[in-house]
């Protein structure tokens, strides 16, 4: 990844950490930070970063006003730049950090602090950005400096003696932390968690100690219990998928999570319940069939060290955390379970709908496998397909897709926003979006596909990939048929097409070929096709549902 | 039975030191000796200077004041500070 990190005090010692993993931009001196943030040619921009942390001193930033008003003028100046690069820049992600103030200066106790009214003005502009800017994010280095302490964060010494506010155990937790944003950037979060029920949920055994006698209450003991399930709520209404994995009978859980008092998560928060007898590798092996995600999408918690210990072996893609011996750090547990497996660095909508759209999936499935034939059941889907080129609120999404997708993925091209954002921009690429609804529900957008503009005749389709979900469902046929239609009224004689094979890709090796293509060239498993426009209607394709171009 | 422990602690104290100068300086602990002078080794700038003592001062639990900065010529200089904790 390519990252700026810019600064009002001298961070060389931090960039140098960083840029040992990421391709990173040294500034020259750090007092430039002004003309490097609003010059669209300086040193930074011509850097071309994906990724920008501002990382603010407070004390060296005010030290040349003397009063509340001049501080709160400067910072409103500084705010403008920011707004400007923020508007001029819309592909690059900034994070600016929060202000953290030692409290230096002496006073009496009914004195107010000037230090916290500054840090606090600093934050209202803040929030005043980020519900502005998709690209602006809050840097939450206070944060880091409360839960170590000022204390071992700076250091007098490395200041008076080479101008370095911070300690090194201050630079390492910047730099995990500023990694830990980069791989939320990245998207490389997991998908499904994975739940055990008794002495995991809740204290003790549902089956044995009955309604009355598991620890899950509002208060005392109990509420250690309620503390974790609040907290994987939070992570549900991110967009993680929860399922249940559990030896019980089905009664006693559904009695547990319908009667409880202090129960916070509902049976429908899962979107798969496997509560039976058989092992739980069995089990979680049907949830990765049923769901159509890879072993590696998942993340086990599960008290049990035995039950931990059979998964480990038998399904080694799957992480399986240790889960804390001392239950009262169960809430913290939670908390470290979503910073290093789910880094979220926002929620689309269709993350907030996630379980609703698994539990859909998994009616689909069982509805497919009681119709006579495929083609049957594909009618009686009623399916809507609509077609557009993608706009601005649907850049989080496309970058999203072209992220995870690996089975419908004829070239598997992973992008960011920021790349996404300049394919909408240019005049040589169309990038466009489908959606797709059954009478099951609504997938949302589930496809993705990129025209690469080669020359005024030839056009090459760079990317075209659909949501695993909606695989095997000639979807494809209807799209396809679109874009070679509109490149046509466009005056294009040829459409290039690319299969780059992959671990995960081998469902959508011959897909040009049904679709009418001619191969070209083979090389290392690589295909090239071609077609030509003049002659479009001779194709046996599939056509299922309605198809709409918005 | 207490002196040997005294020494094997600050044999571990001094195998932790130079691994720490070794890491700022990126070279081998090999090359590295308590009697190298500070100016001899390349890569000492000032920058590694602030880190060197600013590790050891995290990692040892130890304070080198500021006034005594100057006095330290060779390795073995810092070793007083390490071990007189």
Known sequence: MKIAILSNINLDSLVKRIGKNHDTYLAEGYGSWIQELISPRSGLFSFEPENVFIIFDGEELTKVEANLLGIKKEIQRFFSYVQKTLQKKPSVNFFLSNLDFPLKKIQTIKEIRREKQVENYWYSWQIKLNRQFDNFYIFDLKRLIEEKGREEFYSAKLWYLGGMKYTMLAEKIIEEEINYYLSAVSLKRKKCLILDLDNTLWGGVIGEDGLDGIELSDHKEGARFRDFQIGIKDLEKMGVVLAIVSKNNKDDVREAFEKHKSMVLKLNDFAIKKINWRTKSENIKEIARELNLGLDAFVLIDDSPVERSQVKNALPEIEVPEFPIDTALLSDFIRQIQRQFFPTLKVTDEDKKKTLIYQQDVRRTQAMSSTLSLDDFLKSLKMKIQFWEAKKEDVGRIAQLTQKTNQFNLTTKRYSESQINRFIQSKNYQVYVASLADRFGDNGKICVLIVKKLSKKTALIDTFLLSCRVMSRFIEDQIINYVEKSLKRENFSKIIGEYRPTQRNMPVKELFERLGYRLIDQKDGKKKYELGLNNLDQFRRKYFGEFTKK | ?85
């Not at chain 2, 005294?6 to 195998?15: A, D, G, I, R, V």
């Not at chain 2, 900065?69 to 073995?76: A, F, G, Q, S």
């Open chain 2, 1 to 85: 039975m207490s002196s040997e422990k005294l020494t094997s602690k600050s044999e571990s104290n001094k195998k932790k030191f130079l691994e720490i100068v070794a890491d700022i300086l990126e070279i081998d602990t090999q090359s590295l000796n308590l009697r190298t002078k500070k100016d001899q080794l390349a890569g000492w700038d000032s920058l590694a200077q602030i880190k060197i003592i600013a590790e050891i001062e995290e990692q040892f639990k130890t304070t080198i004041p500021i006034e005594e900065i100057p006095k330290i010529i060779t390795l073995k200089d810092f070793l007083a500070y390490i071990n007189k904790r």
